[in-house]
């Protein structure tokens, strides 16, 4: 049935809008993933559906088939989506493949400035290639890895002390990844009001990009890098430095000593269970949830505390997440669907999008006075979003995450071979993939 | 043992065999009672730890499975009415609109439905076919039937995805209906070709010499004879295209995807939602329940291709 | 071809039936009943196979649809056989096989010995062992994983009150020795039904007189089950074995929501890494190869156990 609304809507347009070139109401379609942020925006685009006439539809794709789902759907050339909130990797395919429409003059034609943005998010979420003025999406929402955990534990005076007298420092928010795992580690195991606790859950899912998107906060700070900043693909030395093993050695020692038993398998929404059954002291996730925990009945308040992926030996950065949007060209309501854009775009709606529980990447938003203290956790998010670092968006993304997947998860979890010998195997992996794209 | 049929078994034998399958029994039972069990709890119910066997029963979860919502803007929430809104509005959320689960059960219906009927016809008149006529390498016919089940579907997928891709079948209603129906022949073919073979030649040579054309013959004579037999057939249709998930998976997404694949991806704000999960899996899994305890004479038929009758 | 033996059957139908006909011929009528169903076999099953071996002689892939295809000849049938990634597959695959099969054949046979009993309520009973069967496995395997979780799953509890083990001591689908476990235990608490099923058919096929025989020649109730009651079984439970056999060598929906193939690549089945190929890292040429590869062996190991199964019956 909404077919074929969508089929009557979009032959309408065509037949109208080609004869007037008028502001006709239009059916537009924004694919996203399937989570929290999503159903906020439903809400907040009933405003845009009252200013402009425009119907709106949402094709939402759960995370784990989302990657999947809408790069078939680009790859097919499919009418589905009108807008999309594609992932930050996306950008490189969207921008080559020519799915997605180059914004350029449009920003130029309605006075929209990247310059307004979060840098890091129009690095992240807008340009392709890296680096160069060209923009192919307009940033959505803002998001990066960070940690949740459990302040009510951390102010137990008895617990305080043990910890001091045993690591010699307060039992407090953690600067370097270091000190995060010795709390982990004295918490695991520990009976804390009759029940077992474990020190921290951590991403480990093999399916999508779960436990890449976690490993990856301790590879940057111990020096990982995915090239050599020099010479674009030039990976050996990089990707398997002494520093990026370290790295990979460190989650792994984290993942062995300090997890709830049982997380080999687990993303987002399982270490939110982790951390909201009160299993876990510490939660490795994406920002998006920290509303949630805020407002849980069982550990939100101030029994939950937020804060930025600590430093390593080699710097400290924060998994990038978050998404842009952008037209999709094979869509027949651009010009609706770049209207969204424009209305999205706006300051309002902006601070509007924060207050409901989205992130925006609107630096005049952020920066607003009192913006730091509009919610317990918005100046871990601003903290984080200054570190930030995303995974290749490269066009061949999908098999360059396999890879990663692939290596991480038979060394982290399931404990074969070593460090050295997974990360040189990544080498090899991403060489081939880059080879077979022309660009080695 | 049947041995004991001569003398009969002991009434004590009785009792051991009675006790040790009914305990295999309710042990296998476990599982589907915590999944309905859990679809009552609410989402801190649920996740429990350690797991909650006693509970206050509560119907968040099917709310949860059927809308979705956001959390509570301040300063626009307006007086919860009806007693699902309730249910939302006191976990500190709101209703957006309705969720897809009501859309992909629909759809494994239409699609379920739709491939049934399509097999069971083609099945019958192909079947009739084989049974009426004498068909030469019956073995090596079957076994070619048997085969076309053998491949792996991810295997079957690839070409079949290029194929509908390029037809514009992909993420449609009726390129799912062909598929099933094109899965479901040969078990249909078979499964009917063995119920046909069971209804005397004889009923339809006596409506010959009464002056029926043959095709009369084959639907006023055999059709109604054949009746349980399609209606069990088609049951195991539905019951394959109900619960199939490889090729729902990989070949639709938005416009046709039926439950199986949409159910596990249930998530809800904030973490898993597995009183919803839980919901979704009891409303998808009670009509196949219902099935099987219709179908229960004709079960060992199905599931062996009709290789095995009794 | 199907066709050719209809025509076949057609004109061996006995003339005396054909001459009465009126209205559309035998032959018409066999051809018109048949058709629809060969065709749509044909279309959705041989034409795809076809396309499936002539792909794999290429590099194509199907996300770029626009770059030039390769020939590549046997290529993609070296690089299968030769990489150890898929050789581990086969292994975790065997290993999956091997023991579902056995557990299943085991359990589903007393279990049917002891239904045959025929105790009061045995049908109510075999009803409900019959149920877990006939779900969907996608849906029953993604809640598993529920199941099994330790601190929050009603799995580890369960095995701690019958143990005395610690439950959160181990986790079925996170330890690397227990993951295989894990997946085979799922699916024989789905399949042993159906071995069950079928062998309650076989013991109920032994015709009486047999043990009335037996027990006249005084042989042991011990000999009568190793001299009967398993030799007349046995077609029935190699029935069962090459179904299940089959399934299990395609195996998909449950372990991929049970564990994904994971830890690292511990369960991940042949079926799951051609997903993988085919629908992720869409080396379509290559996956199609591993398609055929997997085609021809299932074929091949089921058509030798077909022969097998029919000597065993004809003794």
């Not at chain 2, 429990?48 to 300063?75: C, D, H, I, M, W």
Request: net charge negative; charged share 15%.
């Amino acid at each position: 049935m909404k077919k074929t609304a969508l089929l009557a809507g979009a032959a309408f347009a065509a037949a109208t809008g080609l004869a007037t070139g008028e502001a006709r109401a239009a059916n537009l379609t924004l694919c996203w993933a399937a989570w929290d942020p999503a159903n906020a925006l439903v809400e907040l685009s009933k405003d845009f559906e009252a200013q402009s006439g425009h119907t709106m539809n949402f094709e939402f794709v759960p995370w784990p088939n989302f990657a999947d789902r809408m790069l078939n759907e680009l790859n097919s050339r499919g009418k589905l989506c009108d807008l999309m909130i594609g992932d930050s990797q996306w950008i490189g395919l969207g921008a080559e493949a020519g799915h997605y429409v180059k914004m350029n003059d449009f920003f130029d034609a309605n006075g929209i400035d990247m310059a307004d943005f979060i840098p890091a998010t129009v690095t992240g979420y807008a340009e392709w290639p890296k680096g160069t003025p060209n923009y192919w999406a307009l940033p959505a929402y803002a998001d990066v890895v960070g940690w949740t955990y459990r302040r009510d534990w951390f102010e137990r005076p008895e617990l305080q002390a043990e910890y001091k007298q045993r690591y010699g420092r307060d039992l407090r928010v953690p600067e370097t990844l270091a000190e995060l795992k010795d709390i982990a580690e004295f918490f695991q195991g520990r009976e804390i009001d009759g029940t077992t606790v474990y020190g921290a859950a951590i991403y480990t899912e093999r399916g999508s990009e779960g436990i890449t998107m976690g490993v990856t906060n301790a590879l940057y700070n111990h020096g990982f890098l995915y090239e050599n900043p020099e010479k674009p693909y030039d990976m050996p030395g990089f990707v398997n430095s002494p520093g990026a093993v370290e790295g990979l050695e460190f989650y792994k020692a984290l993942y062995d000593c300090c997890t709830p038993p049982g997380s080999s398998d687990w993303y987002m929404s399982e270490t939110i269970d982790a951390f909201k059954s009160g299993q876990a002291a510490l939660q490795m996730n994406f920002a998006f949830i920290w509303p949630g925990v805020n407002a849980d009945p069982n550990v939100g308040g101030d029994r939950s505390g937020y804060f930025p992926n600590p430093a390593g030996p080699a710097g400290q950065f924060a998994q990038l997440g978050g998404q842009g949007i952008s037209v999709v060209s094979y869509s027949d309501n651009q010009e609706a669907a770049l209207e969204y854009i424009k209305w999205f775009a706006q300051p309002e709606v902006q601070q509007r999008w924060w207050d409901m529980g989205g992130a925006p990447a609107l630096q005049a938003v952020v920066d607003a006075p009192g913006f730091a203290e509009s919610q317990p956790y918005a100046q871990a998010f601003l903290d984080s979003m200054a570190i930030v670092k995303d995974f290749w968006a490269e066009p061949t993304y999908a098999e360059l995450l396999l890879a990663m997947q692939n290596r991480v998860h038979r060394y982290v979890i399931a404990g074969e071979g070593t460090a050295q010998e997974a990360l040189d195997a990544l080498v090899e992996d991403w060489t081939e993939t880059f080879e077979d794209d022309g660009k080695l | 043992m049947s041995a004991a049929s001569v003398t009969g078994p002991s009434a004590r034998l009785k009792w051991i065999a009675g006790v040790l399958v009914a305990v295999y029994a309710l042990i296998t039972l476990m599982p589907l009672l915590w999944i309905m069990a859990t679809g009552f709890k609410t989402s801190s119910d649920a996740i429990a730890y350690p797991p909650k066997v006693l509970f206050e029963p509560s119907l968040e979860g099917y709310v949860n499975l059927f809308t979705t919502q956001t959390r509570q803007v301040s300063g626009e929430v307006s007086a919860p009415g009806t007693w699902y809104e309730r249910i939302v509005h006191d976990k500190g959320m709101m209703i957006t609109g309705p969720s897809r689960y009501g859309e992909r059960f629909l759809n494994s219906v239409i699609i379920g439905f739709g491939s049934t009927f399509l097999s069971v016809v083609l099945g019958t008149l192909a079947a009739y076919a084989f049974s009426r006529y004498r068909v030469p390498l019956k073995d090596d016919l079957m076994f070619f039937i048997l085969s076309t089940r053998m491949m792996p579907p991810i295997a079957v997928a690839i070409p079949i995805f290029l194929m509908f891709r390029s037809l514009g079948l992909s993420d449609t209603h009726a390129g799912m209906i062909l598929l099933y129906t094109a899965v479901n022949l040969s078990l249909a073919v078979w499964l009917l070709k063995g119920f046909i073979d069971e209804i005397p030649r004889e009923y339809e040579e006596a409506a010959l010499i009464d002056g029926y054309t043959r095709f009369q013959a084959f639907r006023k004579v055999v059709l109604p004879q054949a009746a349980t037999g399609i209606a069990s057939t088609a049951i195991f249709c539905l019951i394959f295209a109900w619960n199939e998930y490889a090729f729902a998976v990989l070949l639709t997404s938005g416009t046709a995807q039926t439950a199986p694949p949409f159910i596990p991806t249930i998530i809800g704000v904030g973490g898993r939602d597995w009183p919803a999960v839980a919901a979704g899996a009891t409303i998808f899994l009670l009509p196949v329940m219902v099935f099987t305890i219709l179908l229960r004479k004709h079960l060992l038929r199905g599931i062996t291709f009709g290789a095995v009758r009794k | 071809m199907p066709g050719t033996a209809m025509d076949r059957a057609a004109s061996a139908t006995p003339p005396g039936i054909a001459r009465r006909v009126r209205g559309l011929s035998d032959r018409a009528i066999a051809w018109l009943f048949v058709a629809p169903t060969i065709f749509l076999l044909l279309a959705i099953n041989i034409f795809p196979l076809i396309w499936t071996i002539r792909l794999s002689f290429t590099n194509y892939r199907a996300n770029r649809p626009n770059a030039d295809v390769e020939w590549v000849g046997l290529r993609n049938y070296e690089r299968i056989l030769s990489d150890p990634e898929i050789w581990q597959t086969m292994q975790a695959t065997a290993h999956f096989l091997f023991w579902t099969l056995f557990f299943q054949v085991l359990i589903g046979f007393a279990l049917a010995w002891l239904i045959n009993a025929k105790f009061r309520g045995s049908n109510f009973w075999t009803t409900v062992i019959v149920l877990p069967m006939m779900l969907s496995p996608a849906v029953v395997g993604n809640f598993w994983t529920f199941l099994y979780q330790p601190q929050i799953g009603l799995f580890n509890y369960v095995v701690a009150f019958v143990s005395g083990a610690d439950p959160t001591g181990f986790s079925m689908i996170g330890d690397v020795p227990l993951a295989p476990w894990a997946i085979v235990i799922v699916d024989t608490w789905m399949w042993t039904p159906f071995v069950m099923l079928i062998c309650l058919a076989g013991l109920r096929s032994i015709p009486d007189s047999i043990y009335e025989a037996a027990e006249c020649d005084r042989a042991s109730k011990w000999r009568q089950f190793w001299t009967i009651t398993v030799p007349m079984v046995l077609p029935f439970l190699m029935l069962a074995v090459l179904f299940r056999g089959i399934e299990n060598f395609k195996m998909f929906d449950l372990v991929v929501q049970l564990t994904g193939g994971g830890p690292g690549s511990t369960t991940e089945l042949t079926s799951i890494n051609l997903k993988r190929e085919a629908f992720e890292k869409w080396r379509t040429g290559y996956a199609s190869a591993y398609a055929v590869i997997l085609f021809v062996t299932v074929f091949g190991l089921a058509s030798i156990y077909v022969k097998a199964l029919n000597k065993v019956k004809e003794r």
